[in-house]
């Protein structure tokens, strides 16, 4: 909810009203509203009457706990809803669900504008920018604050000169193809990078088939925090070999730093 | 992050089925918000885009 507020101007420049809904009475909503300073709207269905009607119970919210360590059965969690989003065009109409089939994971605002309604956030979290031989590169993360479970994107853009490419996957041996690492950190997942597709490309008087990527190339690699660390750097090292039609550079890279905050409330609840 | 994924967590629901579907109007919702004021989710929403968020607790 609190990076919903912190990403409200986007979601109203686009013309999108948010709600929230939970089963919270209203004095819990306006102490979490208070706290953090959110204005749109926190439906609070005390009794979850509407959480039921909607179809939206959680009916087996004790062994999501249990499957995660979480083994107190006291009765206050029975009536959470099932975690997820609904999107509404303009007449109202459902267009999308978001629901996360790891039950612990959360998505964060922006995949929500990027993803789920097809619009740029503006916002986004520390940034770190470098450049070698003419390459520039910039990384940037979608918040800079973590929470437990909730899926981050470590976002590198590559651009490279008119005229110029680096390689993609397959290739062939001796070349150096475009790669994003993320050094390892306690607490920290680091998933499969995500590349867009590279177009294939010959050269004249080579046998080999390239795959190949120009102008503006970016990679996405999905983390998640799976406990708290307290506040980390993530060193994110891109490397590369740029070409262009008749000549190679040395395979080059660089390493960005970007400082990641643990928030305030951490652990996993909602 | 396929450790995540292997960890049993029981059935998952059909999303498809839980909650109202895709190309369904999104029911008429009525409910105080965190300033106890009543508020009727389509009215409020005024002819925009929507988003509407199920989640557990703001209080633990």
Redesign the interface.
Known sequence: MVQLQRNLPDFERNNIAVFGISYDPVDVLARFAAAHGVTFPLLSDEGSKVIRELGMLDEQVYEHHAAFGITNREGRFWGVPYPGEFLLDERGVVTQKRFQKNYRERETSRTILEQGFGVAASSHGPEARSEAEGVAVRSFLDAGEYRIYQRLRVNVEVVVPSGWHVYGLPIPDGYVPLSVTVAPVEGLEVGEPVLSTPHPFRVEGLDEQFFVYDGKVSVAVPVVFTRSVGDQTLHVEVRFQACSADQCQRPNGVRLDLPVRAEKHVEWHS | ?S???S???????D?????????????D?A??????QP?D??K?????????????????
């Not at chain 2, 999303?15 to 029911?27: A, T």
Request: hydrophobic share 35%; aromatic share 10%; no cysteine.
């Open positions: 992050m450790s995540n994924d960890v049993q967590q029981g059935a998952v629901p999303f498809d089925r839980m909650g109202p579907r895709v190309g369904e109007r999104f029911p919702v409910l105080p918000d965190q300033h106890g508020v989710l389509h409020t929403r005024a002819g925009r885009k929507g988003l509407v968020v199920f989640y557990r607790s703001a209080g633990w």
